[in-house]
């Protein structure tokens, strides 16, 4: 047992290792351009604000056999340290965490990241992790008949899908004109079959099989607006082909009330483009609306509506379109109400709106995926092992599921640019915008949001078990809402490979969760990035890291960020750590940790920037148990604010958070 004994501390920079409060500590002089990296979890409230921890302070020089225990807070809860350093018996079985902090020989940052702008694009009105194993080839709907009954700087503006990026395909010209060409003109709305199309009478069925009979390019051009209700499946799309309606409003394509069969089913070795169309009330086992099968499809200017995939004993997938390993352009056209559902909810059904097996899609100018869903996974879109998705000025709102991805469940390669994924919701599981499975690899670059997401387990914004980027992106205002496992990562849950450059996450909230901004269970870099306002919220259960919240053994590198005004209902207003966290050049300011009276907190980790009362309310920068690397960090402004109870242990600047 060490001796107790009490003595006034010897201040030395660079002095030799010490422990606190069973936390080995290390002060290392710091070499002109040495370097390290990185970051963790907000909280907030109001009470006892802590000050900096300047670059080159001293520390005390313990002796040998003892342990070093932070100044000790007056009885009053005032939050004014003692100077004085009071050698006690080392506490068996200490939580063992590991702080370096390493000194800066020049200017401290004082200042914050350049301020990004805030302002959320209005979102339209309209109304876990499964898969991959999706890449059947929809061989039961070969002839339509299906058996089956019934943001280089921070983003400064939102994304505006008016454009074609360069790196999209352009809309293919509609060739009405072509001299070597004779357009067949449907002229009735009837759907009629006499074999015959010609000047006098020309159905849409009659035109399709007069263009299957010609091996040449055909057109389709319309004479009619109004509604086609078709009596049973449309023959295939097998020769190079444009259908040219007059509009998507102006005309209807749908199926009639019985049978079970969707709008057109494609199969060409040509390419084949549909414009000018609204396609509904398909009925089948895969792409209700469309089923894409190995085909170059171009779809512009059209809507697919209200169409569903449905199986009573298989998994329905594509309630509007089936992608089926062919290439799929999609420009300006809604993709809106579609399902993807079994006999029983929940149930077994697949990318309500999209179902992409294996084959490449392309978002583009405008294109919206909205109000569609699923019962198990991507109510708007998913995406399968090997399959290829890019949104390009695109918007996936509104969309829902039973399961997990409510926008979009990705088990390929998805890149989102300038894009929007807002206001999905998992209803039982985790990615309410979007779900990266563990073979997805993700990227959202140029101004691209994901907001106002809900999830009812983890991941209100993203739920990553893969690989994935954010570039000049930002995650705000999503809900994680805990489920029954107290689980949150309200912005991002992070199980994979996460980098982060010049990004926000800011406004999320984890209801009964830990982790407000991130909550990380694998890698993280983060770099010039703001984590802002964000909310570990405890009733039952979480509330830790108000900002980040980290059980990672990887180390995670965090540099240039600014982790400020996080709030957490328990320990670590800005971060919490379990796990091994590098800051380089970060600034944590303005964090809270706060709640309710309580009592028999932990009082060995470090608290720093803000000061340990309670379990409930320790760390208002950041709480950490694992090990803490920190180069020229600046902490302002945080607060651990609780009630009474607890014993008081504060390492660096703050102040208590009361005491017996």
């Known amino acids: 047992m060490t001796p107790l004994a009490t003595l006034t501390p010897t201040l030395i920079a660079g002095s030799s290792p ?44 313990p002796e040998p056999g003892v342990t070093l225990v932070a100044p000790t807070v007056g009885a009053t809860g005032t939050g004014q340290p003692t100077p004085v350093v009071t050698l006690v018996p080392t506490v068996a079985t200490p939580i063992q965490s590991t702080v370096t902090i390493v000194p800066e020989p020049s200017v401290v940052p004082t200042t914050a990241p350049t301020a990004i702008a805030t302002t959320i694009p209005t979102s339209p009105t309209a109304s876990n992790n499964d898969g991959g194993d999706n890449n059947d080839g929809g061989n039961n709907n070969d002839d339509g008949d299906d058996p089956t009954p019934p943001p280089t700087t921070k983003p400064t503006t939102n994304p505006s899908p008016t454009t074609v990026p360069t790196d999209g395909p352009a809309p293919t010209a509609k060739p009405t004109d072509d001299p070597t060409t004779t357009p067949l003109t449907v002229n009735t709305l009837t759907d009629t079959d006499d074999g015959v199309c010609n000047l006098t009478h020309c159905s849409l069925r009659e035109a399709i099989k007069a263009a299957n009979a010609d091996p040449d390019r055909s057109i389709i051009n319309f004479s009619v607006t109004g509604t086609i209700n078709l009596t049973s499946a449309l023959p295939l799309l097998t020769t190079e082909l444009f259908i040219n309606g007059p509009g998507a409003t102006s005309l209807i394509i749908r199926r009639e009330s019985g049978g079970t069969y969707r709008i057109f089913t494609v199969r060409s070795s040509q390419p084949v483009n549909i414009s000018g169309v609204t396609l509904t009330n398909g009925f089948t086992l895969e792409g209700g609306g469309i089923f894409n099968d190995n085909t170059s499809l171009i779809l512009t200017n059209c809507t697919i509506s209200g169409n569903i995939a449905f199986d009573a004993n298989g998994i329905p997938k594509g309630g509007g379109i089936y992608n089926n390993s062919g290439v799929l352009t999609i420009n300006t056209c809604t993709v809106i109400g579609n399902q993807a559902i079994g006999p029983v909810l929940p149930g077994p059904g697949q990318g309500g709106g999209i179902f992409n097996a294996g084959g490449s899609i392309t978002l583009n100018t405008s294109t919206s995926v909205i109000s569609n869903s699923s019962a198990s996974a991507g109510g708007g879109i998913f995406n399968t092992t090997g399959a290829t998705l890019q949104v390009n000025n695109s918007l996936v709102s509104n969309n829902s599921n039973f399961g997990s991805g409510g926008g979009i469940t990705n088990g390929g390669s998805l890149n989102l640019n300038n894009s929007r994924i807002t206001g999905n919701s998992a209803g039982d599981g985790a990615g309410g915008g979007i779900s990266n499975l563990p073979s997805g690899t993700a990227s959202l670059i140029n101004n691209s949001q994901v907001d106002n997401n809900t999830a009812y387990i983890i991941g209100g914004g993203i739920a990553n078990d893969g690989t994935l980027a954010l570039t000049n992106s930002a995650i705000r205002n999503n809900v994680s809402q805990g489920g029954s496992l107290g689980l949150g990562g309200a912005g991002i849950s992070n199980s994979g490979t996460l980098t982060v450059n010049n990004g926000i996450i800011s406004g999320n909230i984890a209801q009964d969760g830990n982790g407000g901004g991130i909550a990380n269970f694998g890698s993280i870099s983060l770099t010039d990035t703001t984590i802002d306002n964000n909310l570990a919220q405890f009733t039952t259960s979480g509330g830790s890291g108000g900002g980040i919240f980290n059980t990672s053994t990887s180390v995670l590198q965090f540099s240039g960020n600014t982790i400020s005004n996080n709030i957490a209902n328990g320990p670590g207003g800005g971060i919490w750590n379990n796990g091994t966290i590098t800051l380089n050049g970060d600034t944590i300011s303005n964090n809270l940790s706060s709640g309710a009276n309580g009592s028999g907190g932990p009082t060995t980790p470090p608290f720093i920037g803000g000061a340990a009362g309670r379990y409930s309310s320790l760390g208002g920068g950041i709480y950490s148990q694992g090990s803490l690397t920190i180069i020229g960090a600046v902490f302002t402004g945080n607060r651990a604010q609780g009630g009474n109870g607890g014993s008081n242990t504060s390492f660096g600047s703050g102040g208590g958070g009361g005491g017996d």
């Open 18 to 61: 010490g422990t606190v409060g069973g936390s080995e500590v290390s002060v290392l002089p710091l070499t002109p351009g040495s370097s390290s990296g990185e970051s963790n979890n907000p909280g907030h409230e109001a009470g006892d604000e802590d000050t900096s921890i300047s670059p080159g302070q001293a520390q005390a020089t």
